[in-house]
């Protein structure tokens, strides 16, 4: 853990000298008293819990001495962070595998880190006494598909459609404010009352967003988009706010070195008085006066804003436990450490990427294929081609299948895999 490393305070009355930074709290009183810490573990049990806070200091004592940890950071130092998620993800990987025997009720899992033998397990056990026949389920697929539970192992690593909704709303954010075409869309979008139009338009905004971005409309981006950007009283000054909001977001983050969660941002933006007089300026001119008053300028950018990739990455892989307390993940910690494998990414504009994919193929069974956002109708009539064609591995013939495909940075990846050769 960088011991440079700043720790932001929510609430911090100064009467105390308190650490300010990593390497000044790292051998310090344990439970840690400065509860203010937004790396403390108290606030998060709290909400888990009952949902209030103590009323009294004594209340508050008490809570902190009946908890293992107390800072999230010495969780993360000790390797917690990397087995508990490891642990969460082979769960859903177990329901995964035995779908119609299987439910996130039925399961359980638990961690034993084994300090003096240096070795660690997952223990995955059934809620029913005497079981219910789940684990056999996944021991006879496992048994006859042992790639099934690697799979989605994977895919609970995977980012989730919420986690990549955070980059692809900023993205359309500043297209939405840059690009004319997308900008004139978006307008009437927001101005159409017919259902019939709406879908036009939505459609033509959606091809639009992925030639220009590679911007790729699931569900749930679908979602946020609409309640977010396109929501009532939305205009071209709600863009140039939220992008403001986002900018000094970003700006506040690379200052301090470290993520900032959405409610500490909101308080921090709300004590900034340009972005404070832009917000009152937003909800002067979209509600009724007699409303305005009711509102903080908290509150409002509360609700304008939405979580970043690392605060809902947090919370895909958590799951309950009735006899130990659930402990912090993050997926993204696994998948740079366990699972960034060297794959080979071939250009399907290089004049000799076939030659390239059939090298990769035979060295490691798998590649990675990328196009820009642009050529999107030449990507797919390739995939395609490649899916009926057999590559020649030795004396054998397989077929690759098409794992997953991506959009990233106005680039669409596709990651192919030869499954009898890996």
């Known amino acids: 853990m960088n011991a440079a490393l700043r720790l932001p305070v929510i609430v911090d009355d100064g009467a105390a000298v308190r650490p300010r930074t990593r390497g000044e709290c790292q051998d310090g009183e344990r439970p840690c008293p400065w509860v203010s810490c937004a790396h403390h573990l108290l606030p ?24 293992p940890h107390t800072c999230a950071l010495d969780v993360a130092d000790e390797g917690g962070a990397v087995l508990e998620t490891l642990g ?3 769960l859903q990987a177990c329901i995964a595998a035995a779908p119609r025997q299987a439910t996130i009720d039925t399961l359980l899992v638990d961690i034993r880190d084994d300090a003096t033998s240096d070795v660690a397990s997952v223990w995955i056990s059934e809620t029913t006494l005497g079981g219910a026949g789940v684990l056999e389920a996944f021991a006879d697929r496992f048994a006859s598909e042992p790639r099934l539970f690697f799979s989605a192992l994977n895919a609970a690593l995977a980012p989730s459609d919420l986690e990549l909704v955070d980059g692809s709303l900023r993205e359309i954010l500043t297209l939405a404010i840059d690009d004319a075409e997308v900008s004139e869309q978006v307008m009437r979008l927001r101005a159409t009352n017919s259902h019939g139009e709406r879908a036009i338009l939505w459609r033509t905004l959606s091809h639009t967003l992925a030639q220009r971005g590679g911007i790729d409309l699931s569900h749930a981006l679908s979602v946020s988009l609409n309640n977010r950007l396109l929501r009532a009283g939305s205009g071209p000054q709600l863009d140039r706010l939220l992008l403001d909001l986002q900018t000094h977001w970003d700006a506040t983050q690379d200052r301090f070195g470290i993520a900032i969660g959405l409610r500490e941002y909101a308080y921090i933006a709300s004590r900034d008085a340009t972005l404070s007089s832009a917000v009152r300026a937003f909800l002067a001119a979209t509600l009724p006066a007699a409303a305005i008053a009711h509102v903080t300028v908290l509150s409002a950018i509360t609700s304008l804003i939405w979580p970043r990739a690392n605060e809902v990455r947090q919370r895909v892989l958590q799951s309950y436990h009735p006899f130990r307390q659930t402990r912090s993940t993050d997926p993204a910690v696994v998948r740079n450490l366990l699972l960034s494998r060297a794959v080979a990414t071939i250009a399907v504009s290089d004049p000799d990427w076939e030659a390239l994919l059939a090298t990769a193929f035979e060295a490691q069974g798998t590649a990675r294929l990328v196009a820009d956002a642009g050529e999107a109708r030449l990507f797919r009539a390739v995939l395609v081609r490649l899916s009926a064609t057999p590559v020649s591995v030795g004396v054998l013939q397989f077929y690759p299948a098409i794992e997953r495909v991506e ?12 499954r009898e050769q890996v």
């Open 407 to 418: 959009r990233a940075d106005g680039r669409i990846l596709a990651t192919l895999t030869l």
């Open 88 to 90: 969460e993800a082979m």
């Open 44 to 67: 998060g049990l709290l909400e888990e819990g009952s949902g209030r806070v103590p009323r009294s200091d004594d209340a508050v004592l008490a809570a902190l001495e009946t908890m």
